[in-house]
């Protein structure tokens, strides 16, 4: 698989981009219209009942469209924040409720989700066939894709009991609940050096835990560590325990040169240390994807295989949120829509 960024460089380009997506159907002759006389167990199959998956039912299903989603869990990610602030017109909440009501919303339209995770996906070219690891295999005429990511974890004692009780893999998320108090950061690539960064302007204390003697970070990024005042950095050191009562209490980090071990008292423990991209499901396709094997996708979610869009965490998209998700998911929707039906964009939502 290549590396090579489909995003638009220039004005231009961008234009060009909104009137020709990557994966967008001909104006002549609708996928619809060339599947006619086959027979799809559904228009449309999303892998992901996320945020992305889930809004992206919304829109297909008011579209008229038969979809399904398939998925290993039903809210992905957001269900492990346990109390979610910012996303817009909702109160604060936990992240597993306000999934509940997007799965209510798009199951109300005529969504069926289907629980079981998928395998494998064929190309049938027309359409694609699901096969999902309990045996079960459906096919659609057109796929979304909102499988997101997994955030990496240490494996260490403590850490399971102590998921969302202190420990968090996201900082821009969870950072804020932090204030004034001691936490640690753990990792030594870009997101985690940038998590420092932003915990030292919320946090009272930060350590910094990098297995290494120095980052590969850029320099200009280190430098701005040592300047924070607030950052300490611990190098050449792992964690090997969580702490605590109800909540973290503190971690226990080992020296790896002198094995020498000491506990840091901490209230939060960030865990920037990268995600789990699982695409095995896609071998075969052709798919395009980045180098942190995400899905390279249009400002349209068309991917460049034609009838495979892609939403939400999963894809290049920046600043990996729920809201963003969902608003990815939209996208995809009307995306798919439009690639099925040949129909001009949102202008024909409010026709009702
Ligand atoms: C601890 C934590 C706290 C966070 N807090 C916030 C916050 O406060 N605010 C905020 O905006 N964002 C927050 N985020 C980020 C937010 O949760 C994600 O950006 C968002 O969940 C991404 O949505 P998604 O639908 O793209 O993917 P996901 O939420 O990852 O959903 C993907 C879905 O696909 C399913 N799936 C995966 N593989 C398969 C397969 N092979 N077969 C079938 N199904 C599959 C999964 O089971 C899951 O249901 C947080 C993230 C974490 C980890």
Redesign the pocket.
Known sequence: MTSTSITPTTPAAAATAVQAPVGAASATVSPNAAMAGQSFDYDILI???????LTAAVYTTRKKLKTGV?????????N??SN????PGVDAMH?AMLMQAFLKQATSFGASLVM???GKVENLNPGFRVNLKDGQKLTCKALIL????V?RTLGIPGEDNYFGKGI???VT??GPLFNGKDVVVVGGGNSAIEGALEMSHIAKKVYLVHRRDKFTADAVTVDKLKKAGNIEVVYNSVCTEVKGDRFVRSVTVEDVITKAKRDLPISGMFLEIGFIM?IS?LDGLGLQVNEKKEIVNDMRCNTNVPGIFA????TIIPY??????AGEGAKAGLEAHRYLTGAKGISLDWDH
């Not at 892998?47 to 998956?53: D, E, F, L, N």
């Not at 990996?320 to 998700?325: H, N, Y």
């Open positions: 892998i992901g009942a996320g945020a992305a998956g398939i998925s290993i869990d039903v809210g992905g990610q957001t492990l924040t979610i602030e910012n996303y992240g079981g995770k998928v909102a499988f997101g990511k955030p968090s893999t996201c998320c969870d699982d499901m939403a939400g965490d999963c990996k949120q729920t809201v963003i998700s």
